[in-house]
């Protein structure tokens, strides 16, 4: 069945650094690839998306890029601050319907 | 910035109980969705709306299950006899998805907490 697969579970990185999550999907007729950010208790508020039709797309420190042919598609975070910390969730659509399949989640610590 | 709405925050019930979560989507949207994710795991799709009627459910969406549009704003999701394992926050969200080729973004509401005791 589609699935997408996310990695690492766990990210800790100094103040400053970057931090690059990574997520695969399986169904090769996803076309729409967003993430989302969520703090603890709260909801998952969307922080970038890209489609099928482009390999890169940047938001200040943020950036998703995604290799179709591979079917990975990642984001990176430059900079990071304290406030990044949360978990970040990647998701995929389905060719069948506009659900969406989440990826299994990743903790990203921001050490001051 | 408009955004989608759930209540109640948290929900406790008896197994076996029936519960209904509400949401009010974005005002403009045409589909809606109930995700549900258990503590500490991933977010996980129940159900679409659209046009009055279920577009897809999962397999987790099953009798015990119901959406229904009752009015032009709410959106509700029923669990008709709850179980232990239905404890999870419910996540309702909305997309406008005018374009048929394309998946549009989705806003999630701040969810519902439901306990199943």
């Known amino acids: 069945g589609e699935n997408v697969e996310q990695h690492p579970s766990t990210l800790s990185v100094q103040e400053g650094d970057s931090a690059v999550i990574k997520c695969t999907y399986s169904d090769s007729a996803s076309n729409y690839f967003p993430w989302y950010k969520q703090e603890l208790g709260k909801r998952p508020q969307l922080i970038i998306d890209i489609r099928s039709n482009v390999g890169e797309k940047k938001d200040q420190r943020i950036a998703v890029t995604l290799n179709k042919t591979a079917k990975h598609f990642s984001l990176h975070i430059t900079e990071t601050q304290p406030e990044d910390s949360a978990v970040y969730f990647c998701a995929a659509d389905s060719d069948s319907s506009y659900k969406l399949i989440f990826g299994s989640g990743t903790r990203l610590l921001v050490r001051p | 910035e408009p955004e989608v709405t759930q209540t109640p925050s948290h929900q406790v019930t008896q197994m076996g109980q029936e519960v209904i979560l509400r949401c009010v989507p974005i005002?403009?949207?045409?589909?809606f969705y109930w995700y549900r994710q258990i503590l500490g795991q991933k977010v996980e799709f129940l159900v679409s709306?659209?046009?009055?009627?279920?577009?897809?459910k999962s397999e987790i969406f099953d009798d015990q299950f119901s959406v229904e549009r009752p009015d032009g704003s709410n959106f509700t999701l029923k669990i008709r006899s709850t179980k232990l394992e239905d404890s999870a926050m419910y996540f309702c969200a909305s997309s406008t998805t005018g374009d048929p080729f394309s998946t549009d973004t989705q806003y999630f509401g701040p969810g519902t907490r439901l306990t199943v005791l």
């Open positions: 709306f659209y046009n009055n009627e279920i577009s897809e």
């Open positions: 005002s403009n949207h045409l589909y």
